[in-house]
């Protein structure tokens, strides 16, 4: 399984970016798929999630900002990410989890950076 983000980029405080997260075969097989991120000396954290049956959660610093949606059809999940602020500056990842919450495969990530 290959999971391949890509998207981010620089951008001004206040401005969007969407990033996607392109899975090689079916994204119906995984329970949940999620959006990471890390900021350099920190721990990852994670974002959002959205799982088979559409249900989303968001961490609560970006709930009303950011929206999590999937389209089977490309077996692509997206993150698009609204009014950014300067701490949503890290290295975005996806990952899939087969069963449960855990992720079972990765993504690499790719770098949001939000200039204030």
């Known amino acids: 399984v290959q999971l391949q983000a890509f998207g981010g980029g620089l951008v001004q405080a206040g401005g969007y970016l969407r990033l996607s997260c392109a899975a090689s075969?079916?994204?119906?097989?995984?329970?949940?798929m999620h959006w990471y991120r890390q900021i350099p000396g920190k721990a990852r954290e994670t974002v959002a999630g959205?799982?088979?049956?559409?249900?989303?959660y968001y961490t609560d610093s970006v709930k009303g900002r950011f929206t999590i949606s999937r389209d089977n059809a490309k077996n692509t999940v997206y993150l698009q990410m609204d009014s950014l602020k300067a701490e949503d500056t890290a290295v975005y990842y996806c990952?899939?989890?087969?069963?449960?919450?855990?992720?079972?495969?990765w993504g690499q990530g790719t770098l949001v950076t939000v200039s204030s």
């Open positions: 990952a899939a989890a087969v069963g449960g919450w855990s992720p079972t495969y």
């Open positions: 075969g079916s994204i119906f097989r995984f329970n949940i």
């Open positions: 959205i799982t088979s049956s559409g249900t989303t």
